[in-house]
């Protein structure tokens, strides 16, 4: 009798186990899932509107991304333009070009006239003038009111800058989709802010179709920008081989601009890490989205089958990005405009490449960032708060008055690299140029690649580029290929930092040893604020020296000294577990040689 109770007692407690496994299993699986926080508080989440495209861009030089945001209401709305300090936005209001009431639609930011300063177009619909705007530092902007890309009216979607002839200033495209007869335009660029409307050749000869987005991308890895165009409502989407000289030729009869669709948006990314950019796209009117494995040499096979390309749906905006950082590019889609009155989740995607070794997806059905209803417009991958991983920003529209929403990356341990160029015989924003990293991930060596673009799905644009590293300590090779024609490699750089390159200059903050050595001192926002009870402190030291770093109460009581000694020049983390503190407003300070700085932060129980 006691050996069958024995028997009996294992295995209950073996059922217990299984139990306990496939619960934790799940626990697990949910977590990976839900990577994403809503952000609830600061304007830039409180603000309403038609909103329709999402820019993270670096306006005033001071080393992060701000945030620009258009709205599009039919009879004008202001855009909304928030400084990023420290990872928190403020909105400016009293400054051109964000004080204009027009109904805006898609944006796209670069430096056309080289100057340092990066400048913006916002193209709007009922055929209103859109704006360009130059850039002249100090945060103050000249309306450039004369220029073609303003006075030709139309019914325009969106803008994207891209240097087609390679001489160093970029031009612009621009989407037009009132109704048949409408005509897509192509502006070069003459230098000193100066544009002409190229109104012959391939891009000029199609008329009548609905385009609503625009990639400049190398589609063959031939060096130059050739051009790819979504068309709404039916027609077969537009892709054009640049020849180089500033010619082009239309390209027909492979699967890219043989399927047609409803398609809104466009997206390039090297989804399986063999060299060259494959496409997806987003379609609108409850149909499927496609997606197409770019083969080389112009050929193109279309995926079937896959979970990305399964959900019907009223897709809006796209976008590759690697959000869990372990090495391959996962794919975010909003949606809006569907059936009336009912409000649609957005989807996300996960790669599973480097868990599978097979370029396939599996679709997130958990957290608030692909169940939270709206209408979702535009949207834009960045590492808005600089903690090396992929947040989300979606502009909203429903009812033309929806806040839009915002949410942070949780992160997890793997690594990653930030990069942003440069340009000098390339145009100064960079645009058009391609980095390769090739790092050994899980003890496979792997080639990344990235290219920064004026607009990378519809009304969503960041120009710095990204790489999740999954474990790989050391990036091995960083190769630039410019779209100048140069070619610059570096080696051995490590990974978990941000760093800019410089055409023809090099690596700025970074020596050979690869030790970050940052330009300046800087304490940065903890990560997460507020916290409870863990949060993150960042800092950069440009010297060496005798270091501190403290916590403080409301009060100005010294509660704790987080670190105290000497460091070299670099970039530290430090974590706080703020356990046995109740909720309150805190104060941290960095003391090192003559640098001193004092920041709040928030512990909510």
């Given amino acids: 009798m006691k050996s069958i109770n024995i028997k009996f007692e294992n295995n209950i407690m073996k059922l217990f186990i299984i139990i306990l496994i496939l619960s934790l299993t799940g626990l697990l699986s949910r977590a990976e899932a839900q990577n994403f926080t809503p952000v609830t508080t600061g304007s830039f989440v409180n603000d309403g509107g038609a909103s329709r495209s999402v820019n993270f861009v670096d306006y005033d030089n001071d080393g992060d991304l701000d945030l620009y945001v258009s709205n599009g209401k039919r009879f004008g709305q202001y855009p909304f333009m928030y400084r990023n300090d420290g990872g928190q936005f403020f909105r400016l209001i009293a400054t051109n070009p964000f004080n204009d009431s027009l109904p805006y639609d898609g944006s796209s930011w670069a430096d056309f006239d080289n100057d340092g300063n990066l400048d913006m177009c916002t193209v709007t619909w009922y055929d209103s003038i859109s704006v360009l705007y130059k850039n002249n530092g100090s945060g103050s902007f000249t309306f450039l009111g004369s220029s073609p890309i303003v006075t030709d009216r139309g019914f325009s979607e969106s803008c994207s800058w891209g240097d087609y002839d390679k001489d160093g200033l970029v031009d612009l495209f621009?989407?037009?989709?009132?109704?048949?007869?409408?005509?897509?335009?192509?502006?070069?660029?003459?230098?000193?802010?100066?544009?002409?409307?190229?109104?012959?050749?391939?891009?000029?000869?199609?008329?009548?179709?609905?385009?609503?987005?625009?990639?400049?991308?190398?589609?063959?890895?031939?060096?130059?920008?050739?051009?790819?165009?979504?068309?709404?409502?039916?027609?077969?989407?537009?892709?054009?081989?640049?020849?180089?000289?500033?010619?082009?030729?239309?390209?027909?009869?492979?699967?890219?601009?043989?399927?047609?669709?409803?398609?809104?948006?466009?997206?390039?990314?090297?989804?399986?890490?063999?060299?060259?950019?494959?496409?997806?796209?987003?379609?609108?009117?409850?149909?499927?989205?496609?997606?197409?494995?770019?083969?080389?040499?112009?050929?193109?096979?279309?995926?079937?089958?896959?979970?990305?390309?399964?959900?019907?749906?009223?897709?809006?905006?796209?976008?590759?990005?690697?959000?869990?950082?372990?090495?391959?590019?996962?794919?975010?889609?909003?949606?809006?405009?569907?059936?009336?009155?009912?409000?649609?989740?957005?989807?996300?995607?996960?790669?599973?490449?480097?868990?599978?070794?097979?370029?396939?997806?599996?679709?997130?059905?958990?957290?608030?960032?692909?169940?939270?209803?709206?209408?979702?417009?535009?949207?834009?991958?960045?590492?808005?708060?600089?903690?090396?991983?992929?947040?989300?920003?979606?502009?909203?529209?429903?009812?033309?008055?929806?806040?839009?929403?915002?949410?942070?990356?949780?992160?997890?341990?793997?690594?990653?690299?930030?990069?942003?160029?440069?340009?000098n015989a390339t145009n100064r924003s960079a645009i058009g140029s391609n980095v390769k990293v090739r790092a050994v991930i899980n003890g496979t060596p792997v080639w990344l690649s990235r290219t920064v673009e004026g607009q990378s799905g519809y009304c969503g644009q960041n120009l710095d580029l990204h790489f999740g590293l999954g474990n790989a300590v050391t990036i091995d090779t960083i190769r630039v290929e410019w779209l100048s024609g140069a070619v610059e490699n570096y080696t051995a750089v490590a990974s978990n930092q941000i760093i800019r390159i410089i055409e023809g200059t090099g690596i700025i903050g970074i020596q050979q040893n690869g030790n970050v050595v940052p330009e300046g001192f800087n304490l940065h926002q903890n990560y997460p604020n507020p916290f409870n009870p863990s949060t993150r402190f960042s800092?950069?030291?440009?010297?060496?020296?005798?270091?501190?770093?403290?916590?403080?109460?409301?009060?100005?009581?010294?509660?704790?000294?987080?670190?105290?000694?000497?460091?070299?020049?670099?970039?530290?983390?430090?974590?706080?577990?703020?356990?046995?503190?109740?909720?309150?407003?805190?104060?941290?300070?960095?003391?090192?040689?003559?640098?001193?700085?004092?920041k709040k932060m928030v512990l909510l129980k």
């Fill in 539 to 598: 800092f950069d030291l440009a010297e060496a020296g005798d270091t501190e770093l403290k916590i403080y109460d409301g009060l100005g009581k010294e509660l704790e000294v987080i670190f105290a000694g000497s460091l070299s020049a670099g970039s530290y983390t430090f974590d706080f577990n703020a356990s046995n503190y109740p909720s309150g407003v805190y104060f941290y300070t960095i003391t090192s040689g003559r640098f001193s700085m004092t």
């Fill in 174 to 423: 621009v989407c037009n989709s009132k109704s048949s007869g409408s005509r897509n335009r192509l502006y070069k660029n003459l230098g000193s802010g100066n544009f002409a409307r190229i109104d012959s050749g391939a891009i000029y000869q199609d008329v009548g179709y609905l385009s609503r987005c625009v990639n400049w991308i190398d589609i063959d890895n031939d060096g130059d920008l050739d051009i790819f165009v979504a068309n709404e409502s039916g027609p077969a989407d537009y892709m054009y081989k640049n020849n180089g000289g500033g010619y082009f030729t239309k390209v027909t009869g492979i699967p890219p601009v043989s399927t047609a669709g409803s398609s809104w948006s466009s997206s390039w990314g090297d989804y399986d890490n063999d060299g060259d950019p494959d496409l997806f796209v987003a379609n609108s009117e409850n149909q499927k989205n496609l997606l197409f494995r770019n083969d080389g040499n112009f050929a193109f096979t279309r995926i079937l089958g896959d979970p990305i390309v399964s959900d019907n749906g009223y897709h809006a905006s796209s976008g590759w990005g690697d959000y869990d950082n372990d090495g391959d590019l996962d794919m975010f889609i909003t949606q809006a405009y569907g059936p009336a009155g009912v409000r649609l989740p957005n989807l996300m995607f996960r790669n599973k490449l480097m868990e599978t070794g097979t370029a396939s997806f599996e679709k997130i059905t958990d957290g608030e960032v692909v169940n939270d209803l709206g209408y979702s417009y535009g949207f834009a991958w960045a590492d808005w708060d600089a903690d090396g991983d992929l947040d989300i920003f979606t502009a909203r529209t429903f009812n033309e008055n929806e806040n839009n929403s915002a949410y942070l990356n949780n992160g997890n341990n793997n690594k990653w690299l930030e990069i942003k160029l440069t340009g």
